[in-house]
């Protein structure tokens, strides 16, 4: 009785071990993912760096399906910090695409200075995924800059004073001028034919203005003028910090000013700024500006 228990059991074990050998290969779960890489290269950034908030990377994006699941790819997200910048859908077997980022974008979340990552994702049709990512520094770009928002200027005989200094952030009336001349870069004024106008300390026809007594000063800063495309909206998004363009401007004065225009100069000290203008009023040579310089 014992012997043909124990045979039973046996054919029982090889016939389950036969059983589950036959399984077909087909049955099998083959878990493959899509691949993801950044392109190399000296054009490409790839790996970890450090950047300025006015600076720009190319990123190239290199993705296929896995060859044995052969799943097309179907999406592809880009991210800078929590900054989705492409969130693109397709079929595909394969991926390739270039992207340059611009730090200097204010439109994007991503220009605050500090630490953040660059994740890039593909997935394929069955939501099987791969990323690359790598770290990012930033750093703050461009010079530091002061912000005068509360600025009047008017005649020789106005209270607010018609001489500007920019390192002093202050404005001057004729005597107090006259004394701190190697401050003056500018110089406020509405003539016949100048109308609304800035004027530097050398300028010729502000020399002819007897009341502002230029005449017997000994230092007058060559201040210089150009006009810009820049609108208020603009102005009144100069942060802290702030790249100025090249400056080109030779002018001694610029005139003929209006309600939102703003001018660029540069003092005879090498600093570089804008001046806005807030409010030219009808009544009285008065003008509320803004004046933007770097420290």
């Given at each position: 009785m014992r012997k043909i228990n124990l045979l039973l059991l046996l054919s029982l074990?090889?016939?389950?071990?036969?059983?589950s050998g036959c399984k077909k290969d087909d049955d099998e779960p083959i878990v493959g993912f899509p691949s993801i890489d950044f392109k190399g290269g000296e054009t490409y950034t790839f790996e970890d760096v450090t950047v300025t908030t006015n600076?720009?990377?190319?990123?190239?994006?290199?993705?296929?399906?896995?060859?044995?699941?052969q799943k097309p790819?179907?999406?592809f997200t880009l991210k800078v910090g929590t900054a989705n910048l492409v969130d693109s859908t397709f079929s595909a077997n394969t991926f390739d695409a270039d992207y340059t980022i611009n730090f200097a974008d204010y439109t994007i979340n991503f220009t605050e200075v500090g630490n953040t990552t660059l994740t890039a994702r593909i997935t394929d049709?069955?939501?099987?995924?791969d990323e690359v990512s790598f770290n990012i520094i930033i750093e703050e770009g461009g010079v530091k800059v002061m912000k005068n928002d509360d600025v009047f200027m008017g005649s020789f005989n106005d209270p607010a004073g018609s001489f500007y200094s920019t390192t002093e952030e202050a404005v001057y009336r004729v005597p107090e001028a006259k004394e701190n001349q190697e401050k003056i870069d500018f110089i406020f004024f509405r003539g016949v034919t100048n109308i609304n106008a800035f004027a530097a300390p050398d300028d010729e026809d502000v020399n002819t203005i007897s009341d502002f007594e230029l005449n017997d000063w000994t230092?007058?800063?060559q201040t210089r003028f150009q006009s810009t495309t820049l609108t208020?909206?603009?102005?009144?998004?100069?942060g802290e910090f702030y790249i100025f363009p090249e400056f080109t401007?030779?002018?001694?004065r610029i005139n003929e000013l209006s309600n939102g225009d703003v001018v660029y100069f540069k003092t005879e000290a090498g600093k570089h700024g804008y001046i806005k203008i807030v409010d030219l009023y009808n009544r009285g040579d008065v003008a509320q500006v803004e004046v933007i310089v770097e420290e």
């Open positions: 074990l090889i016939g389950a071990t036969v059983l600076d720009q990377i190319l990123v190239g994006i290199l993705a296929a399906m896995h060859p044995e699941t790819l179907t999406q049709e069955d939501g099987r995924s230092t007058k800063n208020a909206a603009d102005f009144d998004a100069i401007g030779e002018l001694t």
